[in-house]
Nanobody
Framework: QVPLVESGGGLVQPGGSLRLSCAAS????????MAWFRQAPGKEREFVAS???????NYTHSVKGRFFIARDNAQNTVYLQMSDLKPEDTSVYYC????????????WGQGTQVTVSS
């Protein structure tokens, strides 16, 4: 069983919105903090947002005010709501599950492609 499964990526015009979903098991959402990273071609993977078990959130500067991370424990899902998308947001987006450090997770999803282009 794949522990994390992302969905919701696609092609969107600049200024548009997308909502990414990361489906996880009930056990993972109960134990772990959750984060989103992204990786563009030829670039290193970068942190986007995280939400701790207690609900505290963090965002990288470039997405503050545009992206919002939320967890729905009843649906066993973590969401990344993205708005005012820019071409530089084009990347493969990955979710992960971490105990204390989003950069050292126990699980990664397979990724979902987001392309922002007119």
């Amino acid at each position: 069983q794949v522990p994390l499964v992302e969905s919701g990526g696609g092609l969107v015009q600049p200024g548009g919105s997308l909502r990414l979903s990361c489906a996880a098991s009930q056990r993972i959402l109960r134990i772990y903090g959750m984060a989103w990273f992204r990786q563009a071609p030829g670039k290193e993977r970068e942190f986007v947002a995280s939400i701790a078990r207690g609900g505290n959130t963090n965002y990288t500067h470039s997405v503050k005010g545009r992206f919002f991370i939320a967890r729905d424990n009843a649906q066993n899902t973590v969401y990344l709501q993205m708005s005012d998308l820019k071409p530089e947001d084009t990347s493969v987006y990955y979710c992960n599950a971490y105990r204390t450090d989003p950069w050292a997770p126990d699980y990664w999803g397979q990724g979902t492609q987001v392309t922002v282009s007119s």
